[in-house]
């Protein structure tokens, strides 16, 4: 059906549900369950939810090469085909909304709805600023200051703020725990990603959900990303970088109304 020929599906992957088919693409340092995990029964109540995690993520090995943008699009779409799904929705988050844009410009045919969430369409002098010091600290080792930094970037100032000592202490050491091993890699590619060209010409109905307190993708690039995609709608989260941590059911809800609104 598509006009692309795909690669095998050599990722490791995520598979729940049935229903109409629902691709993830997840964020930088993350993998699927990192990303979606709050949310991904909800999303698989009324969907057959596919994820796929980039190399060092999950039981994706570690890349000995920089990552290629179009390599991750082909294989979400490659492993939304392998488990039998013709036609699917695409869920992208953070790094994993190029991710997503890219594989509905290249597979025009197979992609219903497009869900964009705290995501960019290129860098900006922020996001190159900041993963530039993200890339540094995952290769330095020193995963408690990775933490620290992830923890004050990702978090919004409203959920940061009101977090007892104790409390703070454990989310750095849940995310030093869950540092994906491949990070650097994800944190380099995410300066070079560039999908403004593809956005004009995308088919598929889409939402932006703009994350309204977020340090890592300005609001300046959700608007882009709303304003260039053809018939785009905007909606915003009152969040940092994280609605899964702040606010999973409202984030659930967002995704699932579109879903349904949009159904092939």
């Known amino acids: 059906m598509s006009a692309r020929t795909l690669p095998e599906a050599a990722f490791s992957r995520t598979v729940l549900g049935s229903g109409p088919g629902l691709a993830l ?7 699927v369950v990192g990303t979606y995990g709050p949310i991904l029964d909800g ?54 909304g190029p991710v997503a844009v890219r594989a509905a410009a290249r597979h025009p045919e197979r992609v219903t709805a497009l869900v964009l969430t705290a995501t960019f369409p290129h860098r900006d002098n922020r996001l190159a600023l900041a ?31 009101v977090m007892p000592d104790e409390q703070l202490q454990q989310a750095i050491g849940f995310t ?19 999908v403004r060209d593809d956005l004009p010409h995308i088919k598929a109905p889409t939402l932006v959900i703009s994350t309204t307190q977020d340090w890592f993708t300005s609001t300046r690039q959700h608007h882009q990303l709303a304003d260039t995609i053809p018939g785009a709608r905007l909606v915003e989260i009152h969040t940092g970088h994280l609605p899964m941590v702040e606010r999973p059911e409202e984030w659930q809800k967002l995704i699932a109304d579109f879903l349904d609104e949009h159904r092939a």
């Open 25 to 31: 693409a997840h964020g930088a340092g993350s993998s």
């Open 43 to 96: 999303l698989a109540a009324h969907h057959t939810v596919v994820g796929i995690d980039y190399p060092g993520s999950g039981d994706t090995p570690r890349s000995t090469a920089p990552l290629q943008l179009d390599d991750l699009a082909d294989q979400l779409v490659a492993a939304a085909v392998a488990e039998g799904l013709e036609t699917f929705a695409l869920s992208g988050y953070s790094l994993g």
């Open 131 to 161: 993963a530039s010091v993200w890339r540094q600290l995952a290769e330095s080792g020193d995963r408690e200051l990775l933490a620290e930094y992830l923890t004050m970037m990702a978090l919004g100032a409203d959920a940061l703020q």
């Open 176 to 194: 030093a725990a869950s540092v994906a091993d491949g990070t650097p890699e994800h944190a380099e590619l995410a300066p070079r990603v560039d």
